[in-house]
């Protein structure tokens, strides 16, 4: 199926039958009407602004835009990954005045039809949510995993000045005697694909074999870490050959909550609280070190280690608890 710049109308469901959707392809001139509709998503956190562009160059990905009476009202991404039998589903928005209205399954159910006309071997849709998945949600889902989500916030000046006066080995638990463990490890290109494409240590440590970076959820594929490397990523680890923590952490990039505020997103796999603590500030260090202004930062863990790792941020760190906590669930449903 080729994807026109204009697309056919769908009726809404249970709406007046003059009432009508018009699907179209997302393009450059629609930014400032997506903008305008999508204001206070996220609570400011919304990454759309930096990332539209790029998406609209991604071969894989399309953006469609629900229209209504020619307006604007919805959005939603699709991109087809894991060598073509998934479709990854993101950024859908819909308008405040449109909520509640059937629009969001509706665009779902059309962006599905057409991936699924253009690239038949889909056979699997995947998606992070946020909100309580209840017992409706789970008999149209499979859970893949879920994590803790551990909001803070800070000035970057006043987190350099506070791991300066912690020292090197803040959050390491050392027993009596022992030398402290090695730094992390950052590893490079060559290196992320040689451990997460390995039957080694990595896939123990992922949750259900599954790589989680920034709400997009991949199987350890050739095709998925050719995606995830063209992105500005630090990969870590403690351990190359025998690893317990993995993390991945996303440059910074400006937010819409006001002037010279940046958002900072880590995701933590596995169990050791030392090692993640560990990690967690190496990221810290490293991503605050040029930055000016203040700093959102979300970190995404293993659920237990959600109030340590709180605990830690706040009598340790000195950084703000934005939220209580709240947690990611990553799942999938067959496409028919």
Request: include cysteine.
């Amino acid at each position: 199926m080729k994807i026109e710049n204009s697309l056919p109308c769908i009726q809404l469901p249970e709406a007046p039958p003059q009432t009508e959707l018009q699907f179209t392809v997302a393009t450059e001139d629609d930014f400032d009407d997506i903008m305008a509709m999508s204001q206070g998503i996220y609570g400011g956190l919304d990454y759309l602004p930096t990332r539209y562009g790029s998406w609209l160059q991604e071969t894989n990905r399309t953006v469609i835009l629900a229209r209504k009476q020619g307006k604007v009202i919805a959005l939603e991404s699709v991109v087809v990954i894991d060598d073509g039998e998934t479709m990854l589903v993101e950024g859908l928005r819909v308008a405040p005045q449109e909520r509640g209205k059937g629009v969001a399954g509706v665009l779902l159910r059309y962006c599905s039809q057409m991936v699924k006309a253009k690239y038949p071997e889909v056979k699997v849709s995947r998606l992070t949510r946020d909100d309580q998945l209840g017992p409706k949600e789970f008999q149209k889902y499979r859970l893949i995993t879920k994590q803790g989500i551990l909001l803070v916030r800070f000035r970057a000046e006043d987190l350099k000045l506070r791991l300066a006066e912690l020292g090197p080995n803040v959050g390491i638990s050392v027993a009596d005697g022992a030398a402290p463990p090695r730094a992390p490890v950052r590893l490079d290109p060559s290196e992320v694909c040689q451990l997460f494409l390995s039957p080694g240590p990595i896939r123990d440590v992922l949750p259900n074999a599954t790589i989680v970076q920034d709400w997009q959820p991949f199987k350890p594929s050739p095709s998925n870490l050719a995606i995830l490397l063209k992105k500005d990523i630090d990969w870590m680890v403690d351990d190359r050959s025998s690893t317990s923590v993995v993390s991945l952490c996303t440059f910074p990039f400006r937010v819409p909550i006001g002037e010279d505020w940046y958002y900072l997103n880590i995701d933590m796999f596995g169990k050791d609280l030392s090692l993640v603590t560990q990690q967690f500030v190496s990221h810290l260090r490293r991503h605050t070190a040029t930055l000016k202004g203040s700093v959102m930062c979300q970190l995404f863990l293993d659920p237990p280690l959600w109030k340590p790792v709180c605990d830690f941020c706040r009598n340790t760190l000195g950084v703000e608890l934005v939220k209580e906590y709240t947690e990611q669930c990553v799942v999938e449903s067959d496409v028919v």
